[in-house]
């Protein structure tokens, strides 16, 4: 309880002189805005000190012993799903690029049938605490389980980016302090929430950040309507009449070539399949029934939001782009750049009161979000490496437990590195890289452990360490990094696309499947021969754990 009052006492100590930091705006603090963020704060950490209490065994800490319902854990995986990326990333890129940010939300969303008829029931009947559980069920457990932790951690590392990118920039808008500084301050809140409070803890601030931003987005959504007398048409026209074209409602701004459109959208398709952290969830219910609920009630609530971002970011172009209080006079841009566009319209529709509670939902959305990446990516290091790797399964609970914490604060402090580094880059093309890498290397080995008989573990371990590979690669050596970051040049990339799935997901399944079929050893007719015990575990959730030599 010490630590806890101790990291509230500092950031109210940092907030309060915030306004002696030098920015670029010079802008007054919003006091409304302040005092609902430490009123968030301060309920946060009150949910970690009540959820610490009750955080007593792995269980516990990794699935909040099972204990939640399908309505509460779909609230829970929105509230996941409804990231920083969500909200100012694709409300940001809307307000840039008009009709192309739509292929964010579509694509975010079509992944969830993919969930809810080939993984939900199957995962929730075969795992304990990771999606390396299930993908390992009856195969070798130490290769699976290494390649599970690593796109696990890749996956957490490139989202984690996106998410700390976010919440920087918020506070930097809201507080005046500097950007590197209102990385530190988040990073120190999620380790501090994840540490103490666990998957308890993150599952009741997603649930309650989710209420918030549904009915905040709502409001905004609303408010904008209003304005334009409830016509989309309107909306749409006044939009194309201040851009001053109407490429705006046309696709090709933003994804301009076949190749990339069709890439990205089996980044976002696959890749929502292959989240660790959203995997991770449906381990918290009982059992598949709730499982099954769990998506059918988080596909309502996003789809839902995701129908609002297209509408806060055409209002964003109506009612800030053109309006000097939210500009930098000497660039022409937002304050805090295009990722602030939600942020701003706020003010602009509901003054600074509903601004303070959009920049804290805000604040809370990338707090539950990165509370989550952060626990999957400990839970990846803790126990598929170092308890089933590493300890071959020879390790008590409570040095696990231990194992997961140090892991938490090592991940919080990489996080705050990374998110520094990486300040100028949208935050959903950030999150579209998360995608390509789950759909690389961890959704082909779940789905294949899942479905096809004759997987083994060298195809699942060279077709996946192929995919991820290839991932990473093209990543690195595309417009972003090898261009942008690298040269200063997109131009100079030598892999010529931003979305690299389409490449690296064919690569993962044909290593895969050539991998196992012609793997022709005893260990692989063993396994063949397990996956019916597997496939009866899997429909009934009843049945022996696998018995190969792990």
């Not at 909200?87 to 809307?94: D, N, R, T, Y």
Request: net charge positive; proline share 2%; with cysteine.
């Amino acid at each position: 309880m010490k630590i806890l009052l101790t990291t509230f006492l500092c950031i109210t100590t940092v907030l309060a002189t915030s306004g002696d930091a030098e920015v670029s705006d010079q802008r007054d603090l919003n006091i409304p805005a302040i005092i609902m963020f430490l009123f968030f704060v301060l309920a946060t950490l009150g949910i970690t000190y009540w959820a610490a209490k009750r955080t007593k065994t792995a269980k516990d800490f990794y699935t909040a012993g099972g204990g939640i319902t399908g309505f509460q854990n779909g609230l829970a995986i929105a509230g996941d799903y409804m990231s920083a990326a969500s909200f100012l990333g694709i409300s940001g890129l809307v307000y840039l690029k008009g009709f192309d940010g739509l292929i964010y939300s579509i694509g975010f969303l079509v992944g969830w049938p993919i969930i809810l008829f080939l993984i939900a029931e199957q995962l929730r009947n075969l795992g304990k605490y990771t999606f390396a559980d299930v993908a390992s069920y009856r195969l070798r457990q130490t290769p699976i389980r290494i390649l599970a932790a690593l796109g696990s951690i890749a996956t957490v590392l490139l989202y984690l980016i996106a998410q700390m990118v976010g919440s920087g920039k918020l506070i930097q808008v809201l507080f005046g302090l500097p950007y590197e500084f209102a990385v530190i301050l988040v990073g120190v809140m999620i380790i501090v929430l994840v540490t103490f409070g666990g998957m308890l803890a993150t599952t009741w601030v997603q649930i309650i950040k989710a209420i918030l931003l549904l009915c905040g987005a709502s409001f905004l959504a609303i408010m904008i309507m209003s304005k334009m007398g409830f016509s989309f048409e309107t909306l749409f026209q006044n939009a194309v009449n201040i851009k001053g074209t109407r490429s705006i409602m046309e696709p090709g701004g933003l994804v301009s070539d076949p190749i990339s459109a069709i890439s990205l959208g089996i980044a976002l398709m696959f890749g929502t399949a292959g989240l660790p952290h959203i995997l991770m969830r449906f381990f918290t219910v009982s059992d598949a029934k709730e499982a099954r609920k769990s998506v059918f009630y988080a596909t309502g609530f996003i789809g839902y939001f995701y129908i609002l971002t297209f509408i806060i970011g055409f209002g964003a172009i109506v009612l800030v782009s053109k309006n000097p209080q939210y500009l930098d006079i000497a660039t022409g841009t937002l304050f805090g750049g295009n990722n602030m566009a939600a942020i701003h319209l706020s003010h602009a529709v509901g003054g600074n009161l509903f601004l303070g509670f959009i920049s804290a939902v805000a604040f809370a959305t990338i707090l539950a979000v990165v509370s989550g990446l952060t626990l999957a990516g400990a839970s990846a290091i803790s126990h598929d490496l170092y308890a089933n790797v590493f300890a071959k399964g020879n390790l008590n609970e409570i040095v696990e437990m231990k194992v997961s914490k140090y892991s938490t604060v090592c991940l919080g402090i990489l996080a705050i590195i990374l998110g520094i580094a990486f300040e100028n880059q949208n935050i959903a093309f950030m999150v579209g890289l998360a995608f390509a890498i789950a759909a690389s290397a961890n959704f082909p080995i779940l789905f294949l452990s899942m479905y096809w008989k004759k997987l083994t573990t060298r195809g699942a371990v060279i077709g996946g360490t192929l995919g991820l590979a290839t991932a990473i690669i093209l990543v690195i050596l595309g417009p972003i990094v090898w261009g942008e970051i690298i040269n200063g040049d997109q131009s100079k990339a030598i892999f010529p696309y931003k979305y690299p799935a389409l490449f690296s997901v064919i690569v993962a399944f044909v290593g895969i499947w050539f991998f196992s079929i012609t793997d022709k050893s005893e260990n692989a007719k063993n396994e063949i021969a397990a996956f019916d015990n597997q496939y009866v575990r899997s429909q009934t959730g009843i049945g022996a754990q696998s018995t190969l030599n792990h």
